[in-house]
């Protein structure tokens, strides 16, 4: 059993800057990929980022050129930096990550970022 422990969520204004961090408590390298979704209020939870095993990234075209994606192997820690935050970034973030060899996903709690003036 994987566990993600997510952090850095909160409020923040328009234009302004949230860093988030998912720290698992296996291996990075145990996994095909580490991820970051997010669930607005009626909507579907959608894929933000995610960042493969061999450090291929992945980005919805909604936040490309704002958020960046990055990993730090030795803290089995990834990372979501958000900048120019926009309204329609509120939601709740979810850390993810998919097991090599199963494909098997696990999930974080989950931290609310709010985007509001």
């Known amino acids: 059993q994987v566990q993600l422990v997510e952090s850095g969520g909160g409020l923040v204004q328009p234009g302004g800057s949230l860093s988030l961090s998912c720290s698992a408590s296996?291996?990075?390298?145990?996994?095909?990929?580490m991820g970051w979704y997010r669930q607005a209020p009626g909507k579907q939870r959608e894929l933000v980022a995610s960042?493969?095993?061999?450090?291929?990234?992945n980005y919805a075209d909604s936040v490309k050129g704002r958020f960046t994606i990055s990993r730090e192997n030795a803290k089995n820690t990834v990372y979501l930096q958000m900048n120019s935050l926009k309204p329609e970034d509120t939601a709740v973030y979810y850390c993810?990550?998919?097991?090599?060899?199963?494909?098997?996903?696990?999930w974080g709690q989950g931290t609310q970022v709010t985007v509001s003036s």
């Open positions: 993810n990550v998919r097991m090599l060899g199963t494909w098997r996903p696990y």
């Open positions: 296996e291996s990075i390298f145990a996994f095909v990929d």
């Open positions: 960042i493969r095993s061999g450090g291929s990234t």
